[in-house]
């Protein structure tokens, strides 16, 4: 019996009372991915980026084991709710036009030293103050900087339109009118470089692609390097007390750790390990959560019909952002249909094996995107479902 087998044959046992539709976390697939981050990180703390987990258990039980400290949140909303939950250290990733949620930030002391908010461009204080009552209960504030690799002058750019700050002096300028401004305390700086950490560089049958893509990343990393420390030395000079860098992603731990200038390390996918985080050189996790599909018809040899399954992860469309059929090994989808809204074929000859009722078992694209889609994970440990936790969507929380 392969590995995957084996794990079919765990992941079916410990779900056989319940009926698919249904997604399970393998803990002990959790927990070595947890272990693997924090080796990479070398000694610097690996904030957990929320979006990719989506699960305030998961979230608790990451946050409980050494190496790991804080959370990156998506939305303004989502931070404040967790730092009513009791987190206490929650950087939101990007910036709010929320003005509700402002108001509600600026009237409370407890929300105050816990959220941190993004800031690229004055005309977001500007926001926040217009949204507030009062300037006694400061906003603590990180400023981001754009990564992005800039070839031949400007004419090419590979990496996210994120921050427009790309300069050290575009951020010493940001930097001076929030230390300037009342009712705002310039805490951190930020700079996640996705096209490192989040761009696969050892894609399978194309070789020429990958090594395109490792060079571009040496690059990236190289030029980033010296341009991110630069920018924290003059934000350092105007805020002195900058309590962090934030750099990475689960692709370029290491790398990102490696870096002086940065003091604290983001990482998520990798505790789940989607589809997308199978093609690097510098790592390999395990996939720790999936979601089944049950079998409702056979239509004919070598074919089987899930219901459902079409789940598509955001991003560029493409037929990497389709969830893949993992367990039983050897099934794929048929060209014409793909992943379906309310059914979805599958095509091959593990099919003649299944019968009405079995389950196929996908892993997503992305990370925390798949917790949109049930209300519920269910926690394994070897061959027993131990625990049952709500996902954000469980507790009623769809943020975006």
């Not at 099934?331 to 059914?343: I, K």
Request: net charge neutral; proline share 6%; with cysteine.
């Amino acid at each position: 019996m392969t590995p995957r087998a084996a794990d079919r044959a765990r992941y079916d046992r410990a779900t056989a009372h319940l009926d698919a539709p249904l997604a399970l976390v393998d803990l002990a697939a959790f927990d070595a991915n947890a272990d693997d981050l924090v080796r990479r990180a070398q000694g610097k703390p690996i904030r957990v980026a929320s979006k990719s987990v989506r699960c305030r258990a998961l979230l608790e039980r990451v946050l409980a084991r050494d190496g790991f400290a804080g959370i990156m949140s998506f939305t303004l909303a989502e931070s404040i709710w967790l730092a009513r939950a009791g987190f206490e250290d929650v950087l939101l990733a990007y910036p709010s036009a929320d003005r509700d949620r402002f108001a509600e930030l600026t009237t409370d002391p407890k929300l105050t030293g816990a959220v941190t908010v993004m800031v690229d461009d004055p005309a977001q204080l500007d926001l926040i103050d217009r949204a507030r009552d009062r300037d006694d209960l400061p906003v603590r504030v990180c400023l981001e900087l754009d990564t992005s690799l800039s070839l031949l002058g400007g004419r090419v750019r590979v990496g996210a339109r994120r921050s427009p700050l790309r300069e050290p002096a575009q951020l010493a300028e940001l930097a001076r009118a929030v230390v300037r401004r009342p009712g705002f305390r310039l805490v951190g700086l930020m700079a996640y470089e996705g096209h490192v950490a989040g761009v696969g560089d050892d894609i399978a049958g194309r070789p020429v692609r990958s090594r395109a893509i490792r060079l571009m990343q040496s690059a990236a990393r190289r030029e980033l390097a010296g341009r991110r420390a630069e920018a924290v030395r003059a934000v350092r000079a105007v805020a002195p007390d900058l309590e962090f860098v934030n750099g990475g992603g689960t692709g370029s731990v290491q790398h990102t750790a490696a870096e002086d200038a940065v003091t604290e390390i983001a990482a998520g996918s990798g505790l789940y390990v989607p589809r997308l985080f199978d093609n690097y050189t510098s790592f390999s996790g395990r996939p720790a959560a999936l979601f089944a599909q049950p079998v409702v018809r056979r239509p004919g040899v070598g074919v089987v019909t899930v219901l459902g399954g079409g789940y598509p992860a955001s991003g560029a469309p493409g037929a990497d952002r389709l969830p893949v059929p993992y367990l039983p090994e050897g099934l794929r989808y048929d060209g014409q249909e793909g992943a379906g809204e309310v059914q979805t074929p599958l095509l091959g000859t593990a099919a003649d094996d299944l019968l009405i009722g079995d389950k196929v078992w996908f892993r997503h694209a992305k990370a925390g995107e798949l917790c949109e889609r049930f209300d519920e994970l269910h926690l394994v440990e070897g061959d027993r479902v131990t625990a049952t936790v709500p996902t954000y969507r469980g507790e009623g929380r769809t943020f975006l």
